[in-house]
C-alpha cells in the first residue's frame, strides 16, 4: 500500500509517496512536516521513498558537517545521485530526475529520518533555485512585523544570538534556526518563510514576514557591527545558501537570487560576544 501526501513551503508544494506504514511523514517522529500540509496541488517536485540495493555512482562532491555527510554524484547514465552517511552508516540514496522534478530516495533502513528530512530538503533547495527561492542555513527571528536572519559558519553562534534575541528583545518569536527559506515576491521584496527543517531546535513554524536585514555573525571578545556592500553582502549571502552551484541552471538561478537580497536588502557583519550587549546592539541597528 501507498501513499501521497502534499506539503507547501514558501508557497511551493511538493509530494511525498511511500509505504504508508513505515515511510510516510505521520506520526511523532515527523511531526514537523503537519504545519505545511496542504491539499493535492501541482508540485514543483515529489519524492518517492522505497527499500532496495545500493546505488553505484562517481563522486563529484561531498559535504561534511557535524558527523554527517552528504556525497554527490552521478549514476552511469548521468542521473544525479547523493548518499547521505550518518558516523559512516549510509541512511539512503537519492536519485534524482536531471531537473530535480523528481526524486526517489533508496533506504537502508537505518536513521529514517535523517534520509526523508536530508532528501526532501536537497530536492527543495535544486527544484526550486530557478523560482527566485533559496534555502538558507541561517536562524531566523521576527521582531515588529518583520524576519531578521543571522548567518555564519556551524558553529558561529546563530542560534545562541537568536536565543539572545528572545531573552532581551522584547517582542521577539523565533522563526527557524537552520534552514529558512526566503523567496524573492513579485513586487521585488524579500519574504522569509519558516520551514519543516529546524536543525536541533523543534521550531516547525508555517509563517513568513518581510525580510527586514541580514547579519553575518563572527566570534570576538568585543561587539561591533557594520554595514556590508556590494560584492561583501554577495559573497557572506552566497556562503549560506544551499545550491549544486556547477549545475548552470541552479547556478543562475541562485545569482538572481542573491543579487536580488544584496542589492535589496541591508545585510551586516557584527562581531560579538554570546551575551545579551550584542542582541542589543544588533538590534538597534538592523531595525532602524
Known amino acids: 500500500?501507498?501513499?501521497t501526501r502534499y506539503y507547501k513551503v514558501a508557497g511551493h508544494v511538493f509530494c511525498v509517496s511511500g509505504e504508508a506504514e513505515r515511510f510516510a511523514l505521520k506520526g511523532e517522529g515527523f511531526a514537523n512536516y503537519e504545519p505545511f500540509t496542504c491539499d493535492e496541488a501541482a508540485a514543483?517536485?515529489?519524492?518517492?521513498?522505497?527499500?532496495?540495493?545500493?546505488?553505484?555512482?562517481?563522486?563529484?562532491?561531498?559535504?561534511e558537517d557535524d558527523g554527517q555527510e552528504i556525497v554527490c554524484g552521478r549514476t552511469a547514465d548521468g542521473r544525479p545521485v547523493f548518499e547521505f552517511v550518518w558516523y559512516g552508516e549510509t541512511a539512503g540514496w537519492l536519485v534524482c530526475s536531471p531537473d530535480y522534478?523528481?526524486?526517489?530516495?533508496?533506504?537502508t533502513g537505518r536513521y529514517t529520518k535523517l534520509a526523508i528530512d536530508n532528501a526532501l530538503m536537497v530536492l527543495?533547495?535544486?527544484?526550486t533555485a530557478d523560482r527566485q527561492t533559496a534555502l538558507f542555513h541561517a536562524a531566523v527571528v521576527s521582531h515588529?512585523?518583520?524576519?531578521?536572519?543571522?548567518?555564519?559558519?556551524?558553529?558561529t553562534g546563530k542560534s545562541t544570538h537568536?536565543?539572545?534575541?528572545?531573552?532581551?528583545?522584547?517582542?521577539?518569536?523565533?522563526m527557524n534556526d537552520d534552514n529558512p527559506v526566503v523567496r524573492i515576491a513579485g513586487d521585488g521584496t524579500a519574504v522569509v518563510y519558516g520551514s519543516p527543517w529546524s536543525g536541533k531546535t523543534p521550531c516547525y513554524c508555517n509563517v513568513s514576514c518581510p525580510l527586514g536585514g541580514i547579519v553575518v555573525l563572527s566570534q570576538a571578545p568585543y561587539n561591533k557591527i557594520r554595514r556590508l556592500g556590494g560584492i561583501e553582502a554577495y559573497v557572506a549571502l552566497m556562503e549560506s545558501i544551499s545550491g549544486k552551484r556547477w549545475d548552470e541552471r541552479i547556478a543562475d538561478g541562485l545569482h538572481q537570487t542573491e543579487n536580488a537580497l544584496a542589492s535589496h536588502v541591508l545585510v551586516w557583519h557584527l562581531e560579538c560576544l554570546p551575551d545579551g550587549a550584542a542582541a542589543r546592539l544588533c538590534c538597534s541597528n538592523v531595525t532602524i
Open 144 to 155: 515588529d512585523g518583520k524576519g531578521y536572519m543571522f548567518l555564519g559558519p556551524s558553529g
Open 1 to 3: 500500500m501507498t501513499e
Open 124 to 127: 527543495y533547495a535544486l527544484a
Open 101 to 107: 522534478r523528481e526524486g526517489r530516495l533508496i533506504m
Open 162 to 174: 537568536a536565543r539572545l534575541w528572545l531573552q532581551h528583545i522584547e517582542g521577539t518569536e523565533l
Open 44 to 63: 514543483v517536485f515529489s519524492l518517492t521513498v522505497s527499500q532496495g540495493i545500493p546505488v553505484s555512482y562517481d563522486e563529484e562532491w561531498r559535504q
